[in-house]
C-alpha cells in the first residue's frame, strides 16, 4: 500500500487540507469569497438600477419623441393651411387688380374713341363748312348771299358740333 504512488497523494492531501484548516486558509477563503458574493450583488443592485434609469429615461424621450412629432405636424398644418390662404388673397389681389387694369384701359380706349370721333366730326365739320363757304361764294353774290352764306355756316357748325 505504501509502495503505490496514489497512497502518497492521498497522504499529501490530507497533510495539505489539514495545515490549511491550521492556518485558517478556508476562513480566508470564505471570507473573500462572501466579500466578492458582495461585490457581485451590489453590481447586480447597480446595474439592476442603472437598468430602471435608462428605462425611465427612454420613456421620457420617447414621450418628448411623441410631442415633437405632434408639434411637427401642427406646424406643418399651420404652414399649408397659410400657405392656402396667402395663395387665395394673392389670387383674389391678382384677380382685382387684373379687373381694375381692364376698366381702366377700357375707358381709356373709350375716351380715346370719344376723342377721336369729336376731332373726326370737327374736322368734318370744318371741311363742310370750307366747301359750304366756297361753293356759295361762288354762286351767291351780293348782300343776299353775304347773309344766306353766314346763315348757313351757323347752322352747319351748330349741326356737326
Known amino acids: 500500500m505504501f509502495t503505490e504512488p496514489e497512497t502518497w497523494v492521498a497522504i499529501a492531501f490530507v497533510i495539505l487540507l489539514v495545515l490549511f484548516a491550521y492556518l485558517g486558509i478556508h476562513k480566508t477563503v470564505l471570507t473573500a469569497l462572501d466579500h466578492r458574493g458582495a461585490r457581485i450583488k451590489a453590481e447586480l443592485d447597480d446595474a439592476r438600477r442603472l437598468k430602471e434609469e435608462a428605462a425611465k429615461l427612454l420613456g421620457e424621450y420617447q414621450t418628448r419623441r411623441a410631442s415633437a412629432e405632434r408639434e411637427a405636424e401642427e406646424i406643418v398644418a399651420n404652414a399649408r393651411t397659410e400657405a392656402e390662404r396667402i395663395a ?5 389681389k391678382m384677380e382685382d387688380f387684373v379687373a ?11 375716351l380715346a374713341e370719344a376723342q377721336a370721333l369729336a376731332d373726326v366730326r370737327a374736322a368734318a365739320a370744318n371741311a363742310a363748312v370750307e366747301a359750304a363757304s366756297t361753293i356759295l361764294s361762288r354762286s351767291v353774290k351780293g348782300t343776299v348771299a353775304d347773309d344766306l352764306l353766314a346763315k348757313g355756316i351757323a347752322e352747319v357748325r351748330a349741326k356737326l358740333n
Open 88 to 92: 387665395t388673397e394673392a389670387k383674389a
Open 100 to 110: 381694375r387694369r381692364t376698366k381702366t384701359a377700357e375707358s381709356k380706349i373709350a
